[in-house]
């Protein structure tokens, strides 16, 4: 067999290869960005439990956090009432529908059904029994992380980072 031939055929599967660990290089760059918090780390003080969100490039607060300790990617929504989940998340969480109501949301009104998570956490912030909505108009894979969930912590922004709060008492 030709040496040459041979030569060119590892150096192309040498290039191929090299392209394949740059674009997964670099995926995982551009996947920070867009979630710069996916293992949020939590300070434990002697009152409270925080953890500290970066803002994306966007501007918008995106965390990885667990739903019944399954992990979801969260955007926080200080302006939905409820958590929202999308029907397909839903349906992998086994979440229960229950009764539909109708919901305004920026692409108008919508059906929800109504449920309840039995925890949600974000690090070492835990919260139980949240009530939130099923949306099946919900394209977006990440769970809109509303105020039924925030209105439980303390949230203080300042600069490009948030600072969520759980106090002892709440624990």
Known sequence: MDTS??????????????IAMLTVFFGGIE?????????????MLAQSV???????????????????NRPVEMLLDTGATDVVIPEALADKLQL????????????????VYETYIDQLSIGDILLFNVRASI?????????LL?????GQI??????????????????
């Open 135 to 143: 949306n099946p108009a919900m394209s977006s894979p990440a769970v």
């Open 50 to 68: 925080e953890v500290r969100l970066k803002r994306n490039r966007q501007g918008h607060y995106v965390v990885t956090g667990a739903i019944n």
């Open 5 to 18: 031939k041979i030569g060119q055929g590892m150096f192309a599967m040498a290039f191929i290869l090299g």
């Open 96 to 111: 229960r529908r229950g009764r539909s109501m109708r919901a305004m949301t920026a692409n108008g009104p919508v059906t």
């Open 154 to 171: 303390e949230f203080v922004q300042s600069g490009d980072s948030l600072t969520l709060r759980q106090n002892n008492s709440r624990l």
């Open 31 to 43: 996947e920070h960005k867009r979630n710069p918090n996916q293992n949020p780390e939590s300070i």
């Open 146 to 150: 509303g105020m039924s969930a925030l």
